[in-house]
């Protein structure tokens, strides 16, 4: 059995518009799961702290009860409880909360430090943090307290060689948070959710001590992505809003070759760092890296390496890394399990 733990649940279904939430979604997915031929079964846990909300989240959840489990109440009140239902399954937790507030550290540390199959998504409100960390002190608390720092010094540090600007500040500020999970988890990918004219709204971390999952995110982070570009061209269709191009505007073409040329730069990097890796390891450590989580997918990845990828035209000038790189087993480029080094 695995777990899916929802910590800052919401309604299940939103009453303005229907959408569906996060604990339904996952729920759909239990059920689903438990009707196909599946070696395991997924329990979702929620927790909601507003009542009128919790009575809605009852209500949609009630079909698929088989699965799902509500709490009313702050998550960090039933953190010691959810760990006991969990015991050692393996446990994906959703953490997203409005603004920072329920992230304290000290709430969540005993998830941090559990040794099982931890996986975390944690919605980190950059926007937020920055107003904790501004000129009025008396917040600054607030900050150290989901840090869970007892002074104000660690973000400091971190603002102190930060370069000027709201957008760097907010970054900053994530990477402080960031390094303060991956002493817990040794990879985190940072996924920025946009507004429809491209402002940060926050950000979605991932945290995870698989680099398996860190590929798999990855690859699920990159179709999203594809997703919301659709979705995007297509309201800007309906609102017979043209996309202008501009001087700075790429061709499809050099904009795929671009960033093939940013990817095998990424994978150089990365191959110099280790004596031999596997595919999917190295697609992880790559993901890991800055602002390359979700960035490439695994088309792109065959085509760095010097295969033939699947529903991607390569420019014929890319020069893959073909030629400096050793294969160590007997397989296709495109496996994931090819062991790799480069040629010294
Ligand atoms: C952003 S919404 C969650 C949205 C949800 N993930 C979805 O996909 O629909 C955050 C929810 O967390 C609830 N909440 C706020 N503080 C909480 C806390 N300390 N513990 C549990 N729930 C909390 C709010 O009432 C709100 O319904």
Same mark, same amino acid.
């Given at each position: 059995m695995i777990y899916y733990v929802d910590?800052?649940?919401?309604?299940?279904?939103?009453?303005? %518009? &229907?959408t569906v939430g996060s604990p339904v979604l996952a729920a759909k997915h239990a059920q689903e799961l438990a009707r196909t031929s599946a070696q395991y079964t997924l329990q979702c846990i929620n927790v909601e702290l507003d009542g009128c909300v919790f009575q809605n989240l009852e209500g949609s959840t009630k079909e698929y009860s088989d699965y799902v489990t509500n709490r009313h109440g702050d998550f960090g009140q039933f953190v010691t409880e959810i760990l006991g239902m969990i015991g050692d399954k393996p446990t994906l937790f959703f953490l997203d909360p409005i603004g920072l507030k329920g992230l304290e550290w000290q709430a969540l540390s005993p998830i941090f430090n559990r040794d099982a199959k931890t996986e975390l998504l944690i919605r980190f409100d950059a926007q937020t943090a920055r107003r904790l960390t501004? &000129? %009025?002190?008396?917040?600054?608390g607030t900050f150290n307290a989901i840090l869970g720092e %007892?002074?104000? &010094?660690y973000w400091m540090e971190y603002l102190a060689r930060c370069p000027q600007g709201a957008q760097a500040n907010r970054e900053c500020l994530t990477t402080a948070y960031e390094d303060k999970l991956i002493k817990h988890f040794p990879y985190v990918g940072r996924i920025p959710i946009l507004s429809s004219d491209d402002s940060l709204k926050y950000y979605l971390l991932y945290a995870t001590k698989s680099l398996k999952g860190m590929q798999v995110m990855n690859d699920v982070c990159f179709a999203t992505q594809g997703l919301r570009d659709r979705t995007i061209d297509a309201e800007r269709k309906e609102a017979s809003v043209a996309h202008q191009m501009s001087f700075f505007d790429l061709s499809p073409e050099d904009e795929i070759l671009q960033e093939l040329e940013a990817l095998k730069l990424a994978v150089l990097t990365e191959l110099e760092k280790v004596d031999s890796t596997v595919r999917d390891e190295l697609r992880g450590l790559v993901a890991t890296r800055g602002e390359s989580?979700?960035?490439?997918?695994g088309s792109q990845f065959t085509a760095v390496l010097g295969g033939r990828p699947r529903g991607l035209s390569v420019p014929k000038e890319f020069e893959n890394l073909k030629g400096q790189l050793q294969i160590h087993n007997d397989l296709t480029l495109g496996n994931d399990k090819v062991e790799i080094s480069l040629i010294r």
């Open positions: 910590g800052f649940a919401g309604p299940g279904i939103y009453t303005k %518009d &229907n501004g &000129n %009025d002190s008396s917040l600054h %007892d002074s104000s &010094n989580f979700g960035r490439f997918s």
